[in-house]
């Protein structure tokens, strides 16, 4: 007969010993912590649900200005669109201090050896002048790759500035380039300053107050902090701006690196320094990058020979420009145009200044 162990026979097991504590990696939630999770998951979501609706918003919108145009510039100051059927070829431009938002689509951008890709849920925040090579990499014709562009300008920035406190750290050795998040409240702006379009009368109260507050948004996240150093006057970055802007005005002229030191207000080995952090090269680098863009565009558009627009933009040799024509380009500048011009070349987002 089978004896079963008495009861009495059984040492006692302490409670805490029964319990794999394997089984539970994480401490017990409260009800009201596990209520607030869920709440903080559902807002989330929310929040994305509504940026997804304004980015459709405001493709709808773009596309019906634009119709079937390239781009259009508009009665908005500082504000065009544009519309893309198929991916480019890589263009060399120049990007002026600007934001560009894509509500459909994507670009990429080489600032140097640097890559910015950039889609609806991200914008392309350009602090200074900078010369670069820009491409639309998705896009067809049933769903064209949509885009707003809106140039800032620095004396807003800083109205803006002084009238708002905005306390962000400055981001220390970055380039004058960024990508940041297309938030709900930046994307809604967006909307209502193409919503202007429908209504011309209200552009000149409205306008600057829509401006204003995209300005604001950007100045608020974390990429505005090098436009708010820029801005700023005094500040190194700012000082640095100076120095670039000087470049892109005379670029066809001989560049002395001590003389824009102190255009700048700085030494020469702090110029070099800063000037290379905001646009991932040297003056020298930068201008050479100018004369050669301008140089394109008015073989292009104008219809120049290789000789002329070489020495238009400051070039003294022909032999020169045609060697650091064709380092740049990848092929000599009269073979280059016959390419630009072929039926068969892909299309080009634009050349020279964007």
């Known amino acids: 007969m089978k004896r079963y162990p008495d009861p009495s026979d059984l040492l006692p097991i302490p ?8 089984s539970r990696p994480y401490p017990r939630l409260e009800a009201s912590e596990t209520v607030t999770m869920k709440n903080r998951r559902g807002e989330a979501s929310l929040i994305r649900d509504q940026a997804h609706e304004l980015r459709t918003e405001l493709a709808r919108k773009i596309a019906l200005f634009i119709g079937s145009a390239e781009n259009r510039a508009t009665n908005i100051p500082g504000l065009t669109l544009h519309r893309r059927t198929a991916p480019t070829a890589p263009c060399s431009m120049t990007y002026e201090p600007r934001v560009t938002v894509i509500a459909r689509g994507r670009k990429r951008v080489d600032l140097g050896r640097t890559t910015f890709i950039y889609d609806a849920s991200r914008f392309l925040l350009t602090s200074v002048d900078l010369p670069v090579v820009s491409r639309v990499i998705e896009a067809s014709e049933k769903v064209p790759c949509l885009a707003l562009l809106l140039k800032l300008e620095m004396p807003v920035v800083r109205e803006v500035l002084s009238r708002v406190e905005i306390q962000i750290e400055a981001l220390a050795d970055s380039l004058g380039m960024a990508t940041g998040e297309t938030t709900v409240e930046f994307l809604s702006a967006c909307c209502r300053l193409v919503d202007l379009l429908d209504t011309p009368q209200d552009v000149p109260f409205l306008n600057g107050l829509i401006q204003r507050e995209i300005i604001y948004r950007i100045l608020r996240s974390t990429e505005g902090a090098r436009l708010r150093a820029i801005a700023t006057l005094g500040e190194q970055s700012h000082r640095t701006a100076k120095a670039i ?5 005379n670029y066809a002229k001989p560049l002395r690196v001590e003389d824009l030191a102190e ?9 070099h320094h800063h000037f290379r952090m905001l646009t991932a090269m040297s003056p020298l680098q930068y201008q050479k990058q100018l004369r050669l863009q301008a ?5 292009l558009m104008d219809g120049l020979a290789a000789a002329s627009a070489g020495f238009e933009v400051g070039y003294e040799s022909a032999s020169q420009f045609n060697r650091e024509y064709n380092r740049f380009f990848g092929q000599p500048p009269m073979r280059d145009m016959r390419t630009l011009r072929s039926p068969s070349a892909p299309p080009m987002e634009s050349v020279g200044v964007g």
């Open 295 to 299: 140089a394109r565009g008015r073989m």
């Open 245 to 249: 802007a000087w470049i892109r005005a």
């Open 263 to 271: 255009i700048a207000g700085m030494g020469v080995s702090t110029l």
């Open 15 to 22: 409670l805490v010993l029964l319990i794999d504590t394997r």
